[in-house]
């Protein structure tokens, strides 16, 4: 069994900055991908950013050059810094692994149960 969890989100004015964490924990046997995803009332969830175990990452037009996302493969976990974050930007922000638990065939999509980010003055 994998769980996975977010941590970080809140309430920030325009301009300002937010980390996000998620850590996946449980029987894991290797962690493909780790990623980020939002969903805004009304608005169909979107990727944010996304990091390869390989390092490479990519991302969402809306946050580039403003987000950054790592991980830290020795703890299982992945951050999202968000900086000079914009109305539009709040949502739930959503954790996704792509995770092979031990004694698996695959690795499968496994979802953590979001946090909420709001900028507003």
């Known amino acids: 069994q994998v769980h996975v969890v977010e941590s970080g989100g809140g309430l920030v004015q325009p301009g300002g900055s937010l980390r996000l964490s998620c850590a996946a924990s449980?029987?894991?046997?290797?962690?493909?991908?780790m990623a980020w995803y939002r969903q805004a009332p009304g608005k169909q969830r979107e990727l944010v950013a996304v990091i390869i175990s390989d390092g490479s990452t990519n991302y969402g037009d809306s946050v580039k050059g403003r987000f950054t996302i790592w991980r830290d493969n020795a703890k299982n976990t992945v951050y999202l810094q968000m900086n000079s974050l914009k109305p539009e930007d709040t949502a739930v922000y959503y954790c996704?692994?792509?995770?092979?638990?031990?004694?698996?065939?695959?690795?499968?999509?496994?979802w953590g149960q979001g946090t909420q980010v709001t900028v507003s003055s």
């Open positions: 449980g029987s894991i046997f290797s962690i493909n991908a």
């Open positions: 996704n692994g792509f995770i092979r638990v031990v004694g698996g065939p695959t690795h499968e999509d496994y």
